[in-house]
């Protein structure tokens, strides 16, 4: 099993609605949860980071943490084009970033 | 302007040849580290520094060389010993090792 899954997409969602993207992570004691955009040939930038169960709004984007179940996911509402990119899932693992191999999102206008 | 600059940002590399990317921070981030982007794939890491003079091996540390002897800079050294060195190669800084990382833009390794 690997530590950070992700399902790798693409992920096609219409301009305007709502994209739900997924991870799950193999370590219990994990702490630090974080999601990450990355453009075609360009590095990856932070979008959101998220530490406690809940909930995490930040504009368009809410990160969402269930420690019991092991599970992280982003929503992006209101869906542009450029949020098409990569989005990234990374979890803190024994004081090292471990990174799923990413979700693509597409958004048609 | 603080940030991570990496430098080059397009290297390429005949067989056989050792190549040194650099890694430079202004952010006064105690922690830096080195992943490898392979198309399609995540970020695997390759060393990681929490403090000056210090470093340790990631998952992929084979075929890679590092140092730390100032706070801001952080070089990789993709030796000959690297059987399969072309990919995208990203930079990354935090606080601390626990923080969140922060990235620079990368640098594109081919082999010739």
């Known amino acids: 099993q690997k530590e950070v899954e992700q399902n790798s997409g693409p992920l096609s969602v219409p301009e305007g609605a709502i994209a739900s993207l997924n991870c799950t992570y193999s370590?219990?004691?994990?702490?630090?949860f974080f999601w990450y955009r990355q453009y075609s040939g360009k590095s990856p930038e932070l979008i959101m980071s998220?530490?406690?169960?809940g909930d995490k709004e930040d504009g368009r984007f809410t990160a969402q943490l269930n420690k019991a179940s092991q599970y992280v996911s982003l929503l992006i509402r209101d869906s542009q084009p450029s949020d098409s990119a990569t989005y990234l899932c990374?979890?803190?693992?024994?004081?090292?970033?471990?990174f799923g191999a990413g979700t693509i999102l597409r958004v048609k206008s | 302007d603080g940030g991570i600059t990496q430098s080059p940002k397009y290297l390429f590399r005949k067989e056989g040849q050792n190549v040194t990317l650099s890694c430079e921070q202004n952010?006064?981030?105690?922690?830096m580290y080195w992943y490898r982007q392979d198309p399609g794939q995540g970020l695997r890491l390759i060393y990681y520094?929490?403090?000056?003079?210090?470093?340790q091996k990631g998952d992929i540390a084979e075929g890679y060389s590092v140092s730390r002897e100032k706070k801001e800079s952080f070089p990789l050294t993709v030796t000959s010993a690297q059987k399969n060195p072309t990919a995208f190669y990203l930079c990354?800084?935090?606080?601390?090792?626990?923080?969140?990382?922060?990235f620079g833009p990368g640098t594109r390794l081919t082999v010739l």
């Open positions: 370590d219990r004691v994990s702490q630090s």
């Open positions: 952010l006064n981030h105690d922690a």
């Open positions: 990374a979890v803190n693992i024994r004081y090292k970033l471990v």
């Open positions: 520094s929490q403090i000056v003079n210090d470093f």
């Open positions: 998220i530490y406690s169960n």
């Open positions: 990354a800084s935090s606080i601390t090792g626990v923080d969140t990382q922060y």
